[in-house]
């Protein structure tokens, strides 16, 4: 395992002939940083390629079309620029960004009407999607796998069996466009406010303009570049609680560059998320610390398990106003 500016690079092509060797560097890279770049990802060069450019097709449209389908409640939708805060208790404006939220194709179908841009390369969003779910189910196993889940309580497959791609969940693949220029007018020293995610991990994927910058030591901020053919994985709050601290769900943020004063800069994170009826009990594992609670025993007893979906619904709240 090579590292790169202290984020661990992690080569996923031996990971069906060696698992245990791979996911112990996953383990690694989970209880230290809380980010590692995956090569050998299986997700085609020229789908992410295509990605991008329907990411940049879209937001090109004018503001009046876009609109159409302000994101809403349900996390699905157009986000315009300065609406979403990620970082509410520090920043003075909203994030300069604009996003556009597709949910699971359950069953092949969309979860509600596509903009007609979408609609008509509806196709090739939902082959990018289930690809990335695949690509997620792979991590998902090797974190089965890193912490030693019993094959009588699930084994390898403990996380997958909660995370169907064909079931209600909070699931969302996001287009993303960070525009050229601002940096002068806008009041915040950053484009997208230091924030950790919601979920259980992250997909992310980064081209031609970085951006990115990850707290990799609680306190030092260290740039996330670009890695030809990578994509880049973390850990989110959801994983963090499910292993109650093992694994670190980091903060992140977007910061200006030089570059960005005239050139657009485009992502394309993929948020992995349980089904919405998980109910988040203590994994099985002798490797992950027990939970404790406040409270007699009686108390905890009687205290209810949020289910994932309670638990991204609270996470929305506090980040957009709707």
């Not at 690079?9 to 060797?21: A, L, Q």
Request: with cysteine; proline share 7%.
């Amino acid at each position: 395992m090579a590292t790169l500016d202290k984020l661990p690079i992690i080569d996923f092509g031996s990971f069906d002939k060696e698992p245990v060797k791979v996911a112990q560097q996953v383990l690694d890279a989970c209880k230290s940083i809380g980010f590692f770049y995956m090569t050998n990802h299986g997700i085609p060069l020229d789908k992410v390629d295509n990605a991008f450019e329907m990411a940049k097709g879209y937001f090109d449209l004018p503001s009046e079309e876009k609109r159409k389908f302000l994101i809403k409640e349900d996390n699905y939708g157009y986000s315009e620029l300065y609406s979403e805060t990620l970082d509410p208790d520090n920043q003075r404006q909203g994030d300069h960004k604009e996003g556009f939220n597709f949910k699971n194709f359950i069953d092949g179908k969309a979860y509600a009407p596509l903009p007609a841009f979408f609609e008509e390369r509806e196709e090739a969003v939902k082959a990018f999607s289930y690809a990335c779910q695949e690509t997620s189910a792979r991590v998902l196993e090797a974190f089965a796998i890193a912490l030693e889940i019993p094959e009588d309580q699930g084994g390898r497959n403990w996380f997958k069996d909660r995370h169907h791609y064909n079931r209600k969940s909070g699931q969302v693949l996001r287009f993303l466009k960070y525009p050229r220029g601002g940096e002068v007018s806008y009041k915040e020293p950053v484009r997208a406010g230091a924030h950790s995610d919601y979920g259980s991990l992250t997909l992310l994927f980064q081209k031609d303009v970085p951006g990115l910058e990850v707290q990799a030591s609680r306190a030092a901020w260290i740039p996330a570049p670009l890695v030809d053919g990578a994509v880049l994985v973390n850990v989110g709050d959801l994983m963090e609680f499910w292993t109650n601290g093992l694994f670190k769900s980091t903060l992140h943020r977007v910061t200006f560059l030089p570059e960005h004063n005239h050139l657009d800069r485009y992502s394309i994170p993929f948020f992995v998320h349980p089904e919405d009826g998980v109910l988040l009990t203590p994994i099985p594992s002798s490797i992950v610390p027990p939970h404790t609670a406040a409270g007699s025993e009686d108390e905890t007893k009687k205290k209810p398990i949020m289910t994932a979906g309670e638990h991204l619904r609270h996470r929305l709240k506090a980040t957009y106003s709707f």
